[in-house]
C-alpha cells in the first residue's frame, strides 16, 4: 500500500478509497483521543443496538476525517452474549459471565466492523488483560501494536479479554481500561461516554443536583459526588469513571464524562464547546517509565516509612533506603511494585524493589553497611532507587 511518511512513520493515506502516490512526504501530526464507551450506551433490552454503534461511529469517523486518530475501549460483549443466551438479570457466576462474553465477543466487533465500513474505514479489534500493564515487555509491545495499526490508520476497539481476565471483572474494569490506555498511548483527550450527563453534585435523580462542568482537581468531595453505582449490563459506575479521570489527569490527559446518547458531543469536545465534565489534566510529573509504574503496574505489598524518609522522598527525591523502613507489608518479589506509605497511612510514592518481602523483613531499619552483613549479599544501597519511583502524593503539610 501506498505510504505517507510522517512524524510517526510510514501512514497509508486513501482519498475515497484510492492509494496516493509513493513516497508522499507529509508533516502529520497526530492527535490521539480514547474513547470509552459502556454496556448501557450500546445495548438495550434485544441485546446490542446496532442503531446506536453507528451513531456513535458517525461521530468518531468525523474525528478521524479531521486528523484525530481515535482508539475506542468499548464495553458490551458480555451483555450481548447475555441476550444470545436469554439471560436476564445482571450474570453472577464468573464462568457463565466468561461464556457470555466469548459469545458476545464477535457481535461486538463485527457491529462496529460494519459501521465503520459505513465510512470506508477499517477496525481492529484488540483484546487486553491488566497482566499486559503489569509487565514492562508487554506492555511496551502493546504500545507497539497499537501505535502500528494507529499509523495505518486503522481504528483500535480495545475490549478486556474478559473470557480468561478473572479480576478484569470487577467493578469498573474498562474504565480503568480506558484510562490506562489512553497513558499508554499519551494520548490528547479521554472521552467517556455515561448514561448521564457527566458528574453532579449528587445523584442526578434528585431535582437539586446540579451539573459540575470543570473539575480542577480530584479532591474526596469530588469522590463523594460520584457515589458508587452499577447497571445490569454494566459494571462501571459514576464512582469508577472518576477514578479513571484520576490516573489519566495524573498523567496529563483531559477527561471529558459526556451524554453517550448525544454522540454530537464528542465532535463538540474537538471544537473546544464546553459539555459534559471536564477533568483538567495535571502537571506532567512523570516519564513514560514513571508513568508505567504509578499507573500500569499493580502493587504488590506496602512500605510503612518513618518521617525522615517522607521528607526525603517528597522534598528532596531521594531513593528510600532500609534506614527509612519501619514495616514491611504483603508478599512481594524483587522487581514488584510496592507503595510507600507514612504513619498517617498517606500514600506518598510508589516503585520497584530491589529486595524481596523475606528480605526486606531482615533488613528494614538498617543501616545500608550491614545489609551484606545480614543477608550475606547486597543487591543495592537502595531498597526504591529513585528512578524507579513515582511520587504519589504533592507535599507533606506537617509531618
Known sequence: MPLITGTKGQVPLRVKGRALVDNLKFNLIMAIFVIKIGSSIITDDLGLSEDRIESIVDSIS???????????????AVAAGKNKLNIKGRI?????????????????????????????????????????????????????????????RVIPVINENDTVAVEGLKFGDNDRLAALVATLLDAQKLIILSDVDGLYTENPISKSAKLISVVSEITSEIEQCAGVSQTLVGTGGMCSKVQAARIATENSIPVYIINGKNSHQIIDILDGKDVGTKFEPQPKK??????????????????????????????????????????????????????????????????????????????????????????????????????????????????
Not at 461486538?108 to 465510512?119: C, S
Not at 502493546?142 to 502500528?148: E, I, R
Request: hydrophobic letters at 40%.
Open 286 to 399: 512523570n516519564t513514560a517509565r514513571k508513568g508505567w509504574i504509578a499507573s500500569g503496574v499493580k502493587s504488590s505489598g506496602n512500605l510503612i516509612i518513618d518521617d525522615g524518609a517522607v521528607n526525603a522522598i517528597i522534598t528532596k527525591g531521594t531513593s528510600l533506603l532500609p534506614s527509612g523502613i519501619k514495616k514491611v507489608d504483603g508478599q512481594f518479589k524483587r522487581g514488584d511494585a510496592v507503595y510507600c506509605i507514612d504513619k498517617d497511612g498517606r500514600k506518598i510514592a510508589k516503585g520497584l524493589v530491589n529486595y524481596s518481602f523475606e528480605e526486606l523483613i531482615k533488613i528494614c531499619g538498617k543501616k545500608t553497611s550491614q545489609i551484606e552483613g545480614i543477608l550475606g549479599f547486597k543487591y543495592s544501597d537502595e531498597v526504591i532507587h529513585r528512578n524507579n519511583m513515582s511520587i504519589t502524593i504533592k507535599k507533606i503539610t506537617s509531618i
Open 62 to 76: 468525523i474525528l478521524h476525517d479531521r486528523g484525530i486518530d481515535p482508539v475506542i475501549v468499548s464495553s458490551g
Open 92 to 152: 453472577t457466576d464468573i464462568n457463565l459471565k466468561q461464556a457470555a462474553a466469548a459469545i458476545g465477543q464477535s457481535s461486538l466487533i463485527w457491529a462496529y466492523e460494519k459501521a465503520f465500513n459505513r465510512h470506508d474505514k477499517k477496525a481492529a479489534q484488540v483484546l487486553l488483560t491488566q497482566e499486559i500493564f503489569s509487565d514492562r515487555i508487554r506492555y511496551i509491545n502493546a504500545k507497539n501494536t497499537l501505535s502500528t495499526l494507529i499509523n495505518y
